[in-house]
């Protein structure tokens, strides 16, 4: 066993994704307490560029598997590979970002593995020589401490956010890329990928917006919406919702933010008549500055909000547009 921790580098359309950064963020974190080399993992095809990408942040080693079989993910290429390279290197930990792709084969990979996973971390503390993962429970409502034990490698992904990318630290020089080779045979690949999964037509990425302005109950009708898209407007932000707001079918379904809907990571996330509901919460704690209006001094909104106005939203939201739009004249 050796004391490295490998870290898994996703991609899609020939770009490494913001999860991955978070990943590298995650990994070089637990590589500095533990005094441990890092290494990153990328699978794919025609992928140098990428593992050049990789080799610019401060890692000991960039692993690539270049291989056509591994050109489009599939559960079972990226199973199978993984599990090889993870057999012979016997690191100490593999660090992975909680996206849909690493739920969808992370778990298999474990179990070919015999070796937990420990998923959707929120956060990790050392307590006693020992690490203690923080995951939540029951819809957000708790969260619960995680050990591993038994022997490594140990597999833990961490939620979207739960590290920034921007904190991920460049090399001095670039780090050796290794190209490392598969057995994966086409036999081995029991799935063909279908075209990418889109909710619907228009469906927007709300985890990738900068401003999100994320509008609740308090705004009271549909055709009061017009206010808000109009603040987003002088933001060059986007907006989003809470559940009610688009079970009453006023926004659509990809607009959501919480636990049902999607999580957002903003620079700046401004809240207005959103009460903060745990299953809220859950999708949009990982935003860096909370921006909350709402008539309710009380709103759990405001335990998370960097700056909380209490008052009518209909009474702030204009004047602020106006001032927007006022800076932004110049
Ligand atoms: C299994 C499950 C999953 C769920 N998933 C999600 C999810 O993914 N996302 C989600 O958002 N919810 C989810 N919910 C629902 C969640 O529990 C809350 O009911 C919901 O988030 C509340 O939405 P809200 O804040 O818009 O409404 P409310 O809780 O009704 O809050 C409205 C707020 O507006 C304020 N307000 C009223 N008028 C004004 C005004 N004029 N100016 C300023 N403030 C005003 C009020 O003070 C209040 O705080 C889920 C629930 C369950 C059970």
């Not at 290494?39 to 598997?65: C, N, T, W, Y």
């Not at 809470?242 to 006023?250: E, F, L, T, V």
Request: contains cysteine; glycine residues 8%.
């Amino acid at each position: 066993m050796s004391n490295e921790i490998l870290v898994f580098a996703e991609h899609q359309g020939m770009k490494l994704t913001r999860p991955t950064w978070e990943a590298l963020a995650a990994g070089q974190r637990l590589g500095g307490e533990l005094a441990a080399p890092v290494a990153a993992i990328l699978l794919g095809h025609g992928i140098s560029a990428l593992a050049a990408e990789l080799a610019a942040v401060e890692l000991q080693e960039v692993l690539q598997v270049d291989s056509p079989l591994l050109a489009e993910y599939t559960a079972d290429g990226y199973t199978h590979t993984l599990r090889e390279v993870i057999r012979d290197r016997q690191p100490r930990f593999v660090v992975f970002s909680h996206t849909y792709q690493v739920r969808d084969f992370a778990p298999t990979l474990a179990a070919a593995l015999d070796r937990a996973l420990v998923s959707d971390c929120l956060s990790y503390r050392e307590e006693g020589g020992r690490l203690v993962f923080v995951r939540q429970v029951f819809q957000g409502k708790y969260c619960a401490d995680v050990e591993f034990v038994g022997d490594p490698p140990y597999l833990v992904s961490f939620q979207a956010s739960a590290f920034r990318e921007d904190s991920v630290r460049r090399g001095p020089a670039p780090a050796k890329v290794t190209s490392v080779p598969t057995t994966l045979s086409p036999g081995a690949i029991r799935t063909k990928p279908g075209e990418r999964f889109r909710e619907t037509k228009q469906a927007v990425d709300l985890s990738q917006a900068e401003i999100i302005v994320a509008v609740g109950r308090g705004i009271k009708a549909s055709e009061n919406l017009e206010l808000v898209q109009k603040l987003a407007e002088a933001l060059g932000a986007e907006v989003g919702a809470s559940r009610p707001i688009c079970d009453n079918g006023w926004l659509p379904m990809d607009r959501q933010i919480g636990s049902s809907g999607q999580t957002v990571a903003p620079k700046l996330y401004i809240g207005l008549g959103v009460s903060g509901a745990v299953q809220h919460q859950v999708g949009m704690k990982g935003s860096r500055t909370v921006v909350a209006v709402n008539k309710d001094k009380e709103a759990p909104i405001f335990e998370l909000a960097t700056y909380g106005i209490v008052g009518d939203l209909f009474e702030i939201v204009p004047p602020l547009i106006e001032e927007i739009k006022k800076i932004k004249a110049g």
